[in-house]
T-cell receptor, first 115, second 112 residues
């Protein structure tokens, strides 16, 4: 079984400050990990993924995430948040041992960046 | 834009109506998915199709009936829905051997 937890329903940050959105996962094998962002009245947009290799992954719009196997975490980060980063963020995991390509999503974290 | 389109974008239907949602992609992807997104609930995977064959049905009620005539098109046929079925229905696709999924904009469904 695979699962994802996003412990914060909402994160508030001032524009220009660092942004962190937390994600922890559980899989029986090794994970593929993803971050998606959803703007109002839109579908999910892919931000970045970790498959293998360097634990620090860089993605779209200046976002990055760090894979930490010992802590089973994949936190999303941005050094300097913009008001336009306000959106709903989803972490997702896929167990590479699992058949098919089913993703399991976390419950989402709403990010509010204030000017 | 991700290259995955969904129609209609908004749909209001009564509990006795029959309607269909359509999803289309011309990205060369071989897998397509239906998700349900309700307020304050995690994204729920409903159905998965690989090369037109259904590979996953996540205990979805029979009032939702998927159809995948080819790798580019996916439908969700709806009949005798309940008000609790009101949600955003998202379609996604993924390429052969790929891991990330590409989502459409969704259909906002309201059942009255």
């Amino acid at each position: 079984a695979q699962s994802v937890a996003q412990p914060e329903d909402q994160v508030n940050v001032a524009e220009g400050n660092p942004l962190t959105v937390k994600c922890t996962y559980s899989v029986s094998g090794n994970p593929y990990l993803f971050w998606y962002v959803q703007y109002p009245n839109r579908g999910l947009q892919f931000l970045l993924k970790y498959i293998t290799g360097d634990n620090l992954v860089k993605g779209s719009y200046g976002f990055e995430a760090e894979f930490n196997k010992s802590q089973t975490s994949f936190h999303l980060k941005k050094p300097s948040a913009l008001v336009s980063d306000s959106a709903l963020y989803f972490c997702a995991v896929r167990d590479i041992k699992a058949a098919g390509n089913k993703l399991t999503f976390g419950g989402g974290t709403r990010v509010l960046v204030k000017p | 834009e991700t290259g995955v389109t969904q129609t209609p974008r908004h749909l209001v239907m009564g509990m006795t109506n029959k309607k269909s949602l359509k999803c289309e992609q011309h990205l060369g992807h071989n897998a397509m998915y239906w998700y349900k997104q309700s307020a304050k609930k995690p994204l729920e995977l409903m159905f998965v199709y690989n090369f037109k064959e259904q590979t996953e049905n996540n205990s979805v009620p029979s009032r939702f009936s998927p159809e995948c005539p080819n790798s580019s098109h996916l439908f969700l046929h709806l009949h005798t829905l309940q008000p609790e079925d009101s949600a955003l229905y998202l379609c996604a696709s993924s390429p052969p051997g790929g891991n990330e999924q590409y989502f459409g904009p969704g259909t906002r469904l309201t059942v009255t």
